[in-house]
């Protein structure tokens, strides 16, 4: 059963706090300068609701929660999220340093993505990145496809190739190609857990 979330809505056709994702697009989808962000709890819904969008923007609702958990990550590493709007939608995704938050790369938007696309694209940039800069720390991905996708070598999307996602395609060709020729680090590639952490330091503060 998912999680319940809080979304919080400081610009919007209606502002407030809403327990469900379609109560909270009602009130931004297609609104121009829509400010929204979804919170794991009310507490800090609350909290944020009566504070300023900006303080928020762009961060995760639970950033640093990892920081005071029982275990913890493992440090140095990169973290990566993607983010897309509609299925297919806008894809955008990035990779940054798990300890500071600081971005590391950045990709898209993307037309006619998909979120795990997204994930399995972050997570192979992270890796030839690392390669480019002669490095060798874990990557953390809070999508098991990707995970999987990555290990297997082959992005297994059901996503339809159009014109318009074109380039998208030549991304995940080019990605599957560095896959077969480069070997893989051992145990490098680890699922972040959103349950102990909170939402990973890479996530765009969407929903």
């Known amino acids: 059963m998912p999680k319940q979330k809080y979304y919080v809505v400081w610009k919007g056709r209606k502002t407030g706090i809403f327990t469900t994702w379609a109560e909270c697009e009602k009130q931004v989808k297609g609104f121009v300068g829509a400010q929204y962000k979804a919170f794991e709890n009310e507490i800090d819904a609350e909290a944020a609701y009566f504070a300023n969008y900006d303080d928020y923007k762009g961060k995760p609702s639970s950033s640093g929660k990892w920081r005071t958990a029982s275990i913890q990550p493992l440090l140095p590493s990169i973290c990566v999220d993607a983010a897309c709007s509609g299925a297919p939608g806008k894809l955008e995704y990035r990779g940054v ?12 938007p993307y037309s006619d993505g998909t979120n795990n696309v997204g994930e399995f694209l972050a997570i192979v940039h992270a890796l030839t990145w690392q390669a480019k800069h002669n490095m060798h720390v874990p990557v953390y991905s809070d999508s098991e496809n990707a995970i999987l996708w990555v290990n297997t070598g082959v992005c297994k999307t059901k996503l339809k190739h159009t014109p318009k996602n074109a380039v998208l395609f030549a991304i995940i ?9 480069n070997e893989l680090p051992e145990d490098k590639l680890i699922k972040w857990d959103t349950s102990l952490w909170g939402e990973n330091p890479a996530d765009f503060g969407r929903k």
Not at 97 to 108: C, D, K, L, P, V
Not at 173 to 181: D, F, G, R, V
Request: proline content about 0%; hydrophobic content about 35%; glycine content about 4%.
């Open 97 to 108: 340093n798990t300890e500071t938050s600081e971005e590391i790369f950045h990709a898209g």
């Open 173 to 181: 060709h080019s990605a599957e190609n560095w896959l077969a020729e």
